[in-house]
């Protein structure tokens, strides 16, 4: 059940010149409706004249008992500059949870790879965090250019088995993540969110290697919800709206994205 909520902001956290994050906290007069890993909100930018759009971002993480919803946020742009501006008790006003998640219901002791590049290491946090709850054995990649653009990095070590990468070698394997040992390893089932090039990289080879594997894309959007048709990507059963009928696809329907 998606809705529209007036988050109060908790803490921002910035952690380089290109990251935060923002940990907002939903009214304790009613509860947080469910949010899947791989959902994603839309955040109104107030303040800010020339953003007229609310952004799409991530749901980084949630905790239900707390009533808390974090994002992390590259600053891009006029919309995220002005999110990396909100201070502590600031309203922020949210339409959540949008879009289809990541498919979670993997036998336990499966072997799952989490891929992720740029802000593409959002969603894969709490993902990460309900596989290890469901005793799936996590490997997860992370790739930047250079080691600050691995935000939030170690967060990630109590969920599985943490691998690094970065172009200049300035953190963990120097260069492509798909060039990373880990990446080869045998696994049941493949996650990944990042820059385009590096999830088909990753589709390709998973495909090739007859893994199953999922690919959370990023395209631009406006409503968010399916009216617009600005976010429509091609798959094999024809275009589909990233923010309705994903942002998560199965590569098993992407040929034709995977291959262009
Ligand atoms: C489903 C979804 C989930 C996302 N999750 C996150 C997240 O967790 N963290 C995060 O930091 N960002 C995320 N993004 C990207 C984020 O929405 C954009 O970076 C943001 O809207 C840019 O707003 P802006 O006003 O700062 O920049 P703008 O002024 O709108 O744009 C600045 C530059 O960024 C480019 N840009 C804008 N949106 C995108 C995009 N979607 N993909 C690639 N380039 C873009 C523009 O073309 C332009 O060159 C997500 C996008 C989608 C569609
Ligand atoms: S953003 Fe409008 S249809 Fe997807």
Known sequence: MKEIHDFKLLASHRHSEHYFTLVLRHSPLSPMPPVAPGQFVEVKVDGEPDVMLRRPISVHDVDPEAGTLSLLVQVVGKGTRRLSLLTEGDSVNVVYPLGHG?????????????????????????????LKAKGVDCTI????????????????????????????????????????????????????????????????????????????LENLMACG????????????QGHRCVCKDGPVFDTAKMGKWMNV
Not at 174 to 200: Q, W
């Open 141 to 216: 990649l992370l790739g930047g250019r250079t080691a600050d653009l691995i935000p939030v990095r170690d967060e990630f070590s109590p969920f599985g088995t943490l691998c690094l990468a970065t172009d200049d070698g300035s953190l963990g394997h120097k260069g492509l993540v798909i060039s990373h040992p880990a990446f080869n390893a045998p696994y049941d089932m493949i996650y990944t969110c990042g820059p385009t090039p590096m999830m088909k990289a990753v589709a390709r080879s998973a495909a090739e290697r007859g893994i199953r594997c999922e690919v959370s």
């Open 102 to 130: 990541f498919s979670v219901d993997l036998p336990a002791a499966s072997r799952a790879l989490l891929v992720g590049g740029g802000a593409g290491i959002a969603p894969l946090f709490y993902l990460a965090k309900v």
């Open 225 to 236: 919800v399916g009216a617009c048709l600005c976010c429509v990507t091609d798959t094999d």
